[in-house]
């Protein structure tokens, strides 16, 4: 993680005669104002109080228990497993297929279709949330976790578009090509050759994928029907007091895991570039 | 053996059919809702189509209300979000060095953490018996806890502001690790100062990434519905919530359909204005 000396040495070029705005203060001001609340939650998820009020009045781990015996919880939870797999999955493959197509081909069409795997990140979710409630209604889909996770493809194939088309410009099409020189239809060559050079690059567009569903709460509401995910749950149970302190110990252990998911493919796609 | 031009199809056509189906249709689909005549779901005998839920809609004084100060909540947000972030980005991409991208890891850490539960501890926080409350009366900073801060427009404020801030600092970033160091070394040769090197070049080359970052919080913002319904109140309640609302217990969908074209019309009006009024390519030229 070090930069190029280069880099560096440019970097000390420019400094001479930098301003005196305390950038570095800026940043410790900025990691403090977004570590601070999720810290006074995290602190308060071991406290014995039963309302959203100061101050502590004492620590218990009873909630983190608590959680594996609400059953409704679980099950929500496992859900949301379900959803973000399927999301991701689908997002990742037609992401993939978005990527190749527009890298490697020139097609008409071609604009039209970078456009439209971009386009349900500047759509606001709750345009898009009552678009699939009213289509599979007039479908008669009945409303479940494939309504949910089919939602979730949709908004979650512009990252895996972004993820995957920015690592397949860095790679060399002549490797492709002498793959197909040495015989190799063009689908083996893909399946063989350039699937897993993308490798790491897949991962993380899937992981990041599935964070996105994981967390995703706007489009959900509208598509779950008795298939609630984890946050149409905590969203539905955060007007009922009693049950508060074990939601705020399930999403804490939640957000545990996916801060780690994140910093997984966070990793895998620094080290592979 | 499938040559490489077959192969196009099988990689072109599958998301194509995706998108069509599962975004294009269904935005038509609102389109076509709020043409119909009659209240209540979907009722196809109610009568031609008419533009009677637009009228409706424009009549009302209090939903107009509603979606412009939705409308001007998601621009103060999205515009305290980027100038938040353009310092952070500017440490990172030129101050930071080495250690820009564990620096960058440890912003991005809390985006990446529950969004309900980063809008449950705002609420932790400005509750009357929160957080602030406490550290201000048990430090004797204030004798009575300050009126109630949690349930108003500013707490929906505050917390998407927080919520945006971290991803915020990402296309600024990416657009000043573009900015050409070579300019910035040229300039300085010539005699010009940090300031004025700031202002005439690395301003206006990352205005891109600014301008990309304003709208990438600007547009979901607009139709923000579940951080207002926890921590708006009455009062901080936004134009997307009257459409939860027509869609849930209201049960009028063809009103809500209109409302949700009319929500997509005014941001695509905005957005269209703003890249009029900054021409981007010229700023990247």
Not at chain 1, 83 to 96: D, H, I, K
Not at chain 1, 218 to 237: H, W
Not at chain 2, 58 to 71: D, H, K
């Amino acid at each position: 993680m070090t930069a190029p000396a280069g880099a560096r040495g440019a970097g000390r070029a420019i400094g001479v005669g930098r301003t005196r705005v305390p950038l570095g203060l800026a940043y410790v001001l900025m990691i403090v104002f977004l570590y601070l609340p999720i810290a006074v939650l995290f602190v308060f998820s071991f406290s014995t109080n039963t309302t959203l009020r100061f101050a502590i009045q004492g620590y218990t781990l009873d909630w983190y228990a608590a959680i594996f015996e609400n059953e409704q919880l679980l099950t929500a939870a496992r859900n949301s497993l379900v959803v973000g797999f399927l999301a991701a999955t689908v997002a990742t493959s037609l992401g993939l297929a978005v990527g190749i197509a527009v890298v490697r081909f020139r097609f008409a069409g071609r604009g039209l279709l970078i456009a439209l795997a971009g386009a349900p990140l500047v759509v606001p979710f709750i345009m898009l949330a009552v678009a699939l409630f009213l289509l599979f209604n007039l479908l008669d889909v009945p409303r479940s976790m494939f309504t949910i996770a089919a939602g979730h493809s949709v908004i979650a194939l512009p990252y895996a578009t972004l993820i995957l088309l920015s690592r397949l410009v860095g790679l060399d099409p002549a490797i492709e090509d002498a793959a197909m020189d040495l015989g190799a239809s063009y689908p083996t060559t893909l399946r063989r050759v350039v699937l897993p050079l993308l490798g790491p690059s897949l991962l993380s567009a899937w992981l990041t994928c599935f964070i996105v569903s994981f967390d995703e709460v706007a489009l959900a509401i509208f598509l779950a029907g008795g298939d609630q995910t984890f946050p149409v749950f905590l969203y539905g149970q955060l007007r009922f007091a009693q049950t508060l302190p074990v939601m705020i110990a399930m999403a804490v252990l939640l957000m545990l895991g996916t801060v780690t998911l994140t910093l997984i493919a966070f990793l895998i796609r620094s080290r592979s570039e | 053996m499938l040559g490489r031009r077959g192969s196009l199809w099988f990689l072109a056509v599958p998301p194509y059919l995706w998108l069509v189906l599962l975004f294009v249709v269904p935005l038509g689909v609102v389109a076509a809702i709020s043409l119909l005549p009659g209240a209540g779901r979907i009722n196809f005998n109610a009568g031609w189509p008419s533009l009677n839920q637009y009228q409706q809609v424009l009549e009302t004084p209090a939903y107009l209300r509603r979606l412009g100060i939705s409308v001007g909540m998601a621009f103060v947000i999205a515009a305290t979000a980027t100038i938040l972030a353009y310092p952070v980005a500017y440490f990172l991409a030129f101050r930071a060095r080495g250690r820009a991208t564990i620096f960058l890891i440890l912003l991005l850490v809390p985006f990446a953490s529950s969004y309900l539960l980063r809008v449950m501890a705002w609420k932790l926080l400005l509750g009357r018996e929160g957080a602030i409350n406490w550290v201000l009366t048990s430090t004797g900073l204030t004798h009575e806890p300050a009126g109630l801060l949690v349930y108003s427009q500013a707490a929906v404020v505050i917390t998407l502001v927080y919520v945006w801030v971290p991803f915020a600092a990402l296309p600024i970033y990416a657009a000043l690790q573009r900015v050409d160091r070579s300019h910035l070394e040229a300039a300085a040769d010539l005699g010009a100062g940090p300031w004025t090197r700031f202002g005439r070049i690395t301003i206006p080359m990352s205005l891109p990434g600014a301008l990309a970052t304003f709208f990438m919080v600007f547009i979901p913002t607009v139709g923000e519905y579940v951080t207002p319904s926890l921590v708006g109140g009455t009062d901080g309640i936004m134009y997307g919530n009257l459409i939860q609302d027509f869609f849930t217990r209201a049960g009028n969908w063809p009103l809500g359909s209109a409302m949700a074209v009319l929500m997509l019309l005014a941001v695509l009006v905005l957005v269209l204005l703003a890249l009029k009024l900054v021409d981007l390519r010229r700023v990247a030229a």
